[in-house]
T-cell receptor
């Protein structure tokens, strides 16, 4: 299949709390899993990615974990700030192709 | 300097009209893409060109025709516009290991 299931569809947290978004994919040939952030009125922007030979990657307050056996990967944002409010998309590269398949997005709201 | 620029940003047009959206990238990438984002924010690939050659062509009506005069440009022409074509269209460039998106063209068909 070509789907990537993303949950939750909306997430509201208090400033300073952590936020976690999870995605599950079905293509076992996939080896690259990026996350994009889309702010209102803008195009999606790559914020972090992970390849299949790594289980976790961190960049300041953002981390991504990958479980290839279970075919799921997650985005973790710690110490959330109001400017983290956006729609976040997980994605994966379909095996054997150049095609990036996106999840349906999670609207994150960080309340001050 | 804008890395991936699309024009126009907004496009309002009547059903049945033909319209074009232009995209240019100055990143030196070989591959460019068109994505459609519907009202529920779902992003779906439409086309991909690598160095002026079509490499991805999803199930998109024939009314949509991409054109790439050179590897820095990928335009999208839409014939006989329908209400269901209303969406935000994003151009992107890069490779599977990292896209740079334009800021989108919001198309409204009335």
């Amino acid at each position: 299949g070509e789907n990537v299931e993303q949950h939750p569809s909306t997430l509201s947290v208090q400033e300073g709390d952590s936020a976690v978004i999870k995605c599950t994919y079905s293509d076992s040939a996939s080896n690259y899993f990026p996350w994009y952030k889309q702010e209102l009125g803008k195009g999606p922007q790559l914020i972090i990615d992970i390849r299949s030979n790594v289980g976790e990657k961190k960049d300041q307050r953002i981390a991504v974990t990958l479980n290839k056996t279970a075919k799921h990967f997650s985005l973790h944002i710690t110490e959330t700030q109001p400017e983290d409010s956006a729609v976040y998309f997980c994605a994966y590269v379909k095996g054997g192709s150049e095609k990036l398949v996106f999840g349906k997005g999670t609207k994150l709201t960080v309340n001050p | 300097d804008t890395a991936v620029s699309q024009t126009p940003k907004y496009l309002v047009t009547q059903m049945g009209n033909d319209k074009s959206i232009k995209c240019e990238q100055n990143l030196g990438h070989d591959t460019m893409y068109w994505y459609k984002q519907d009202s529920k924010k779902f992003l779906k690939i439409m086309f991909s060109y690598n160095n002026k050659e079509l490499i991805i062509n999803e199930t998109v009506p024939n009314r949509f025709s991409p054109k790439s005069p050179d590897k820095a440009h990928l335009n999208l022409h839409i014939n006989s516009l329908e209400l269901g074509d209303s969406a935000v269209y994003f151009c992107a460039s890069g490779s599977r290991y990292g896209y740079t998106f334009g800021s989108g063209t919001r198309l409204t068909v009335v």
